[in-house]
């Protein structure tokens, strides 16, 4: 009993460890929470705008004569962006991102179409490397707080992939696999086709395309007294498509990376604080496990000295 004694007071101080390890993780993804919920919020606003100027432009310039908005059939290559988390401790949140992206892998081999993988964060490239998965190209380090210039370097890299021929490499299809914020308590995985581009309004206004970009439209008129104002366009519509559309595919790119790194702290600050209040319950479990056992043993002991002494008594 002695023995069993020891067993759970070992246990107690190795669960006491890491209920600190688990408490000390919780108040530094609670410390970044809020910076990376307001970094994903803040950016709804600048995307709306971005949308809005594109809806105004669409009255002057067909989407679907741009490069980024027209569907290729040269290529049956089809790229995908894995958002995951550069380390352990946050629940499901990688392993939901991964197997949504399985089910993406397997319907799109069904269409004859071959993935290229791209991973952001250290989960996703563990995952398909350990399972021979070639690799085009893997963002680790930040998942939790996505540098301007990294969101860059994702959004530039699959934009040039996008426009590549056939012969260099190119895709038909990005499509990226990430975490939407809706609260502390709710992520939801989502499968978004990036390119071929649809302007999507991430305000709520919908999907927009050549022919369904009336509620922007009317939106910029109710702001102009009931009609669309007029533009003037230097160097000229084309131009200035080009480059709304460009910074438009960099933006939703910024806004997926964003509201993955919020996920991620919000899904890690869950993660942490049910496994500290589970290294508390095993504590006290322990706990009463110890003191049945040297109860146990104080019982034992008296029985013994009881006995010894009737033995004696009896002689």
């Not at 989960?123 to 190209?137: K, L, M, N, Q, V």
């Not at 086709?193 to 008129?221: F, T, Y």
């Not at 604080?273 to 110890?290: C, G, M, Q, V």
């Amino acid at each position: 009993m002695a023995g069993n004694q020891r067993v759970y007071k070992q246990r107690i101080r190795s669960t006491q460890t890491l209920q600190k390890v688990f408490r000390a993780m919780e108040l530094i993804a609670s410390s970044r929470i809020g910076q990376a919920r307001r970094n994903a919020q803040e950016a709804s606003p600048y995307d709306h705008a971005l949308s809005q100027a594109v809806a105004a432009l669409g009255s002057y310039s067909r989407f679907d004569e741009h490069p980024i908005t027209q569907k290729r059939t040269d290529t049956n290559r089809v790229a995908i962006l894995v958002v995951t988390s550069d380390r352990g401790m946050a629940g499901a949140y990688s392993a939901t991102i991964l197997r949504e992206t399985g089910r993406l892998i397997e319907e799109l081999v069904k269409d004859g179409k071959e993935p290229v993988i791209f991973t952001f964060g250290r989960r996703a490239h563990s995952y398909f490397s350990f399972r021979g998965t070639p690799i085009e190209f893997s963002w680790t380090g930040q998942s939790d707080r996505p540098s301007d210039e990294s969101i860059e370097e994702v959004a530039t890299t699959l934009l040039d992939y996008f426009l590549q021929p056939h012969e260099a490499g190119g895709v038909a299809e990005v499509h990226i696999v990430f975490t939407r914020y809706v609260s502390m308590v709710s992520q939801v995985p989502e499968v978004r086709r990036m390119l071929p581009l649809k302007v999507v309004d991430v305000a709520g206004a919908g999907e927009l395309d050549e022919a369904g970009n009336e509620a922007l439209e009317k939106e910029l008129a109710e702001k102009h007294g009931g009609s669309m104002p007029l533009y003037e366009f230097e160097p000229g519509p084309s131009e200035v498509l080009d480059a709304l559309l460009t910074r438009y595919m960099g933006s939703r790119i910024r806004n997926a990376l964003l509201q993955s790194a919020a996920s991620e702290l919000a899904s890690r600050q869950q993660a942490m604080h049910t496994a500290t209040d589970n290294a508390e319950d095993l504590i006290i479990t322990y706990t009463r496990l110890a003191n049945a056992a040297r109860q146990g043993d104080i019982t034992q002991e008296i029985t013994e000295i009881v006995s010894g002494a009737d033995a004696l008594g009896a002689e």
